[in-house]
């Protein structure tokens, strides 16, 4: 008869948090709803929410959905993501919003949500809010699950895994982690003894959600890979970003002399406030580059030695095409790979004499695009990079120009070029629209003005521009 760990009564607390019901499909929503967010610009809130639901039904599948399932998509979305803030009767969409619109970089985004997301946070109820404050609870599971499975590899000399059922027996509802800030050492012991004694740990669904969706979060972010085997494993490509959690102490202070035993009105008001404190807190910037995604550590899926040999080849390719005062920074990687693409392009067509022509644009410069190169009869060829980043193949039909770059394309009309990449584990697409302001003019793309003054534009990878193999060499 197989025995089954429990944590002991005293130190039990089941942690909750918002689950989205679009979870299967969070990167096409994410992207769909934060440029939609974006777009609205600061508006009344009840205008906003009419317009946000009428964005929600818009989305595939959404169109003969229940008045309730939009509200409730409206309420994780705002509850979770920290994606609008309403204030003095105003809804204002907030930075993460309107950067993952704009950079469409789906693991940076799940990166910073990730390094602030704690317990409690104001995307819970109130109630919720005040059993964690009473229980004093006070976690961080994300940079608190990398030093433990660090720990664990350094212990094990290999690579170590952990399941959800773990993560949420031995780390999530246990008081003595999530309270008492457990050494993850100690935690590592007690996950070994349990090993090591065979015993087992509920693993109903229900059981082990929550864990489970931060886990998946955190494999969002890339911080994680979860393997065959059910385990989590550190993404050993990423000891940057890990390195940055693993250091931060960082931590929401909103709750901080919060009375709970006041006049329920006060106690009321000041969770209001916290909430709208903890939105801020989400949004505030970490500072530039900070965790900008290494496209090719996405690309490599965990692979250091691939990582390496990319990189190396890389760098040694475009090296003349980086001014002298300048080095190809994580940021850059994307626009690295179309210079690369590029040059061996030409290469290719035996026209290396072109290749000193092809040129990375540093982005303070302001022209309009990021690549200048060459075609092959020698004519002028510039191109804007537009990057996705996702843990998941995506629709990648959707991106923004700036009021500078759609200028700068109506100036150049042919010679002017949309590289679209969509970057996911062991997978680059690449789809080139020349001419975009030609295509709009000729129906062939949708183009619709931002309050920014920049353009948004949709397009049918199908009918508009064609698909290319990426050249990495």
């Known amino acids: 008869m197989s025995i089954k760990y429990q944590v002991p009564q005293e130190y039990y607390f089941r942690l909750h948090h918002v689950r989205p019901r679009f979870k299967n ?7 769909f709803i934060s440029n939609e967010i974006a777009s609205m610009g600061v508006t009344r809130k009840r205008d906003f929410k009419v317009n946000f639901d009428s964005a929600i039904r818009a989305f595939p599948g959404n169109v003969s959905a229940h008045r309730k ?15 609008v803030k309403y204030e003095n009767g105003q809804a204002i969409p907030m930075r993460l919003a309107s950067e993952l619109a704009q950079d469409q970089d789906l693991v940076k985004f799940f990166k910073i949500f990730c390094y602030k997301f704690e317990y409690p946070n104001g995307g819970l109820k109130p109630q919720k809010v005040k059993e964690m404050l009473r229980a ?3 976690f961080r599971p994300a940079p608190y699950i990398l030093n433990l499975l660090r720990h664990a590899e350094v212990s094990t000399q290999g690579r170590y895994g952990i399941t959800k059922a ?13 309270r008492d800030d457990r050494a993850v050492e100690e935690t590592f012991q007690l996950i070994e003894q349990n090993k090591n004694q065979s015993l087992e740990y509920d693993i109903a669904g229900d059981v082990i959600r929550y864990a489970g969706d931060f886990l998946d979060y955190m494999c969002q972010a890339q911080l994680l890979k979860r393997q065959p085997n059910k385990r989590y494993y550190l993404n050993t490509v990423e000891g940057l970003a890990i390195d940055r959690f693993c250091s931060s102490d960082s931590s929401f202070r909103g709750y901080e002399g919060i009375n709970l035993d006041a006049d329920r009105l006060e106690v009321k008001r000041s969770l209001a406030e916290a909430e709208n404190d903890w939105i801020d807190y ?8 900070y965790f900008d995604t290494d496209i090719l550590a996405l690309f490599t899926n965990d692979n250091p030695e691939r990582y390496e040999e990319i990189l190396a080849s890389l760098e040694s390719n475009i090296e003349e095409a980086l001014e002298e005062y300048q080095e190809m920074r994580i940021g850059d990687v994307g626009e690295g790979l179309v210079v690369n693409h590029e040059i061996l392009s030409l290469i290719q067509a035996d026209r290396r004499d072109l290749t000193h022509l092809v040129k990375l644009i540093p982005s303070h410069f302001a022209v309009g695009y990021d690549v200048s190169s060459r075609e092959f009869d020698d004519s002028a060829k510039l191109i804007e990079v537009k ?14 120009l700036t009021p500078n770059e759609w200028k700068t394309a109506e100036s150049f009309g042919e010679r002017y070029y949309i590289y679209r990449l969509s970057v996911t584990p062991n997978d680059i697409k690449l789809h080139v629209l020349q001419d975009p302001v030609g295509l709009y003019r000729s129906n062939l793309l949708c183009m619709s003005l931002e309050n920014s003054g920049g353009v948004t534009i949709t397009f049918d990878e199908n009918t508009c521009g064609w698909s290319a193999d990426l050249m990495i060499g």
């Open 25 to 31: 499909n969070l990167e096409n929503v994410l992207f």
């Open 69 to 83: 399932t939009i509200a409730n998509w409206r309420t994780e979305i705002d509850a979770l993501f920290g994606f």
């Open 136 to 138: 004093n609870i006070k």
């Open 166 to 178: 773990e993560a949420t027996h031995c780390i999530f509802n246990d008081l003595r982690v999530t």
């Open 282 to 289: 989400l949004n505030a910037p970490l500072g530039e580059g």
């Open 387 to 400: 990057t996705t980043a996702s843990n998941r193949d995506l629709t990648f039909s959707r991106f923004h």
